[in-house]
């Protein structure tokens, strides 16, 4: 039994060398191409890194032009009610105003004649001699 085993020992042994040596051949032969592969991975690696960072620069720049976009479609919403608003408010005063346009005269005219009757008082002060004190106290007589 002896030799059996030691039979059994020496072909385990050439096929462990033999199979070690199988290893060692493949690996020295796809040594360039597990390189390659390596390499080739890393660079895919980064690329797609690089293909999401822009992406998402992307995303944040058409977001950022999205949200102008609406900035500017609400302010020309609030500009058209502000317009809309003033032409509304001039068009009830014009509309007042033709409506009542009896009072409206009324009120124009005694506007004027009070205008006017206070420049005259005005004129007719500014024309009059100053007096001194004891003028005023006699009356004009001294």
Not at 12 to 21: H, L
Not at 34 to 51: L, N, P, T, V, Y
Not at 60 to 74: D, L, N, T, Y
């Amino acid at each position: 039994m002896s030799q059996s085993s030691s039979g059994t020992s020496q072909s385990s042994a050439s096929k462990r060398s033999a199979s070690t040596k199988a290893r060692r051949a493949t690996a020295k032969a796809t040594a360039p191409a597990s390189q390659a592969a390596d390499k080739a991975a890393e660079k895919s690696g980064a690329a797609a890194s690089a293909a999401a960072d822009t992406a998402e620069r992307a995303g944040a720049k058409g977001s950022a032009v999205v949200h102008s976009a609406v900035e500017r479609v609400q302010a020309g919403r609030q500009a058209v009610v502000t317009a809309s608003g003033q032409a509304v408010t001039l068009a009830k005063t014009a509309w007042t105003v033709i409506a009542q346009r009896k009072l409206v005269a009324a009120g124009v005219g005694a506007g004027l004649s009070a205008v006017s009757a206070t420049s005259y008082l005005a004129g007719r002060r500014a024309g009059r001699r100053t007096l001194g004190p004891i003028t005023r106290l006699t009356g004009g007589r001294i």
